[in-house]
């Protein structure tokens, strides 16, 4: 999910340029233009203020042109100013609901400053869109998180059960800095081995880990949760 968000950012920043070129009589004004070139010449040096100004007088001068919302709402995600990065992205929302980079972006932020209630219930207006095992593997563990372990095991059935689950990879911490690919399903059932540890299921969440051990030795999250509940 943080690749398509960093691929974004990328595309944005290049692409807002040729975006602003012969759409409207407002692109045409000279301060318009006076400003794309301020924001042009900014990224180029890499001054990260004045890309921000250059950005809102350029929203100031051109509010119709969504896209240059999203650009500053990716500013605010890249710099991990997330409070801003989640009030700028809900403007976009009301302006947008099926702008998926807007609710992307605001479910993430949501989660870094804490409110993962706000998180869960954007992770499923995206899924609804746009649905993906990797949103549902989120929307699991903000459920875990925030100790909702009735709908986390919803959740994780729900994954447990698509085929792609068996097939779609993700990466998680090895030992020696180094990342392991694993199957979403050796994920999720990992989070349900946490689950079953937070319910005091102590020997079926020993049970849980030492099969994915089995498999995957190397798994650091898995080895530390089975390391914790044997130590207990």
């Known amino acids: 999910m943080k690749k398509n968000i960093v691929f974004m950012i990328l595309f944005l920043l290049t692409s ?3 975006l602003s070129v012969g759409q409207s009589s407002v692109k045409e004004t000279p301060e318009y233009q006076r400003e794309m070139d301020v924001y042009n010449l900014a990224k180029r040096f890499n001054d990260v203020i004045v890309i921000r100004n250059s950005i809102y007088q350029i929203i100031a001068l051109d509010p119709d042109e969504k896209s240059w919302l999203d650009t500053l709402a990716l500013f605010y995600f890249e710099y991990e100013q997330f409070t801003a990065a989640a009030l700028v992205t809900n403007d976009a929302i009301m302006l947008d609901p099926d702008n ?10 949501m989660e870094n400053i804490g409110l993962k209630e706000n998180a869960v219930n954007r992770y499923q ?8 095992l990797s949103i549902l593997y989120k929307i699991a563990f903000l459920h875990f998180d925030l100790k909702r372990f009735t709908e986390c095991e919803t959740v994780i059935n729900q994954v447990m059960e698509d085929d792609k689950a068996q097939i779609e990879m ?11 690919e694993v199957t979403m399903q050796t994920a999720i059932k990992n989070l349900l081995g946490l689950v079953r ?3 005091g299921k102590k020997e079926e969440a020993i049970k849980i880990f030492e099969e994915i051990l089995y498999e995957h030795p190397n798994f650091l999250m898995v080895k530390e949760n089975l390391a914790a509940l044997k130590g207990n």
């Open 170 to 180: 993700v990466n998680f911490q090895a030992e020696n800095d180094e990342l392991i």
């Open 125 to 132: 207006s995206l899924y609804i869109k746009d649905p993906s």
């Open 197 to 199: 540890q937070e319910q």
């Open 100 to 109: 998926l980079l807007a609710l992307e972006v605001n479910a993430i932020a």
């Open 16 to 18: 807002t340029t040729m």
